[in-house]
């Protein structure tokens, strides 16, 4: 749904990711959101219907990866078909209060009674997936997640400096969604981002079928990066795009 880093892009909103899977017993379509962040809850209106979303797992709590949870709550609250039933959504803990101060909310209920609000403990199940937060290097409290369903594994390294935990989220996955928000070569600040070097690089040590890189700001040209990754890695990689699917 998204794929720009740090803030809304040109051509595409913040961090989003649509995953779903339709269980075998009755051949209901799961669908699950990996961060919602700033504009892409419109984006998901083209894809699928908002009220048909079964959970979100939120990767950190900066704006660009969890703020149109805002948004969402406003549609679950107020839809003309009646308050919705409280959604489960994953995240830090704190996450609850987090969004309450968002929208400027009172601490209680804050948006309680539309979501579930739950900590992150290891693993966990929402229908046919089975998701697996670890915990990675950033200014604040950050994990990469695990999804596996039907046979598959898609991982995403949410936002996070190169740390021996990335090794976990993505070895022998068959699609991994790597963010690149640095530039090889430049003076970077330490413990924050990958660049497009380290993503190939973590692809190529870990065996992971698909390399696509995201999270990249508006600021570079996403071909350099790209460029890095592939010069690490002889893999299929590609940047993400909004509106790209993969089948797995």
């Given at each position: 749904m998204g794929c720009s880093g740090s803030y809304p892009g040109p051509d595409s909103p913040a961090s989003c990711y649509l995953l779903e899977q339709e269980d075998p017993?009755?051949?209901r379509t799961?669908?699950?959101?990996?961060?919602?962040?700033?504009?892409?809850?419109?984006a998901l209106h083209h894809y699928a219907d908002p009220l048909s979303i079964d959970a979100v797992a939120l990767s950190h709590l900066h704006p660009d990866h969890c703020l149109d949870l805002c948004g969402f709550y406003v549609l679950r609250k107020y839809h003309?078909?009646?308050s919705?039933?409280?959604?489960?959504?994953?995240?830090p803990g704190g996450t609850g209060e987090r969004m309450a101060r968002a929208y400027d909310l009172p601490d209680g209920p804050g948006m309680a009674h539309e979501f579930d609000f739950r900590t992150y403990d290891t693993s966990f199940s929402v229908g046919p997936f089975t998701i697996e937060a670890i915990p990675v290097l950033h200014p604040v409290e950050a994990y990469g997640l695990r999804v596996t369903a039907g046979g598959a594994t898609v991982a995403y390294t949410g936002d996070t400096a190169p740390c021996e935990a990335l090794d976990r989220v993505a070895t022998d996955v068959d699609l991994l969604l790597a963010e690149a928000s640095f530039r090889a070569g430049d003076d970077n600040p330490p413990e924050i981002h990958l660049t497009g070097t380290?993503?190939?690089e973590l692809a190529?040590?870990?065996?992971?079928?698909?390399?696509?890189?995201?999270h990249i700001p508006p600021w570079f040209d996403k071909q350099?990066?790209?460029?890095d990754a592939r010069a690490a890695w002889d893999g299929p990689a590609e940047l993400a795009r909004t509106g790209a699917t993969y089948e797995l």
């Open positions: 017993d009755d051949g799961w669908r699950i959101l990996l961060d919602l962040g700033s504009g892409a809850l419109g003309p078909l009646g919705q039933p409280r959604l489960p959504v994953y995240g380290d993503c190939g190529a040590r870990t065996g992971v079928g698909r390399l696509v890189l995201t350099d990066q790209l460029a």
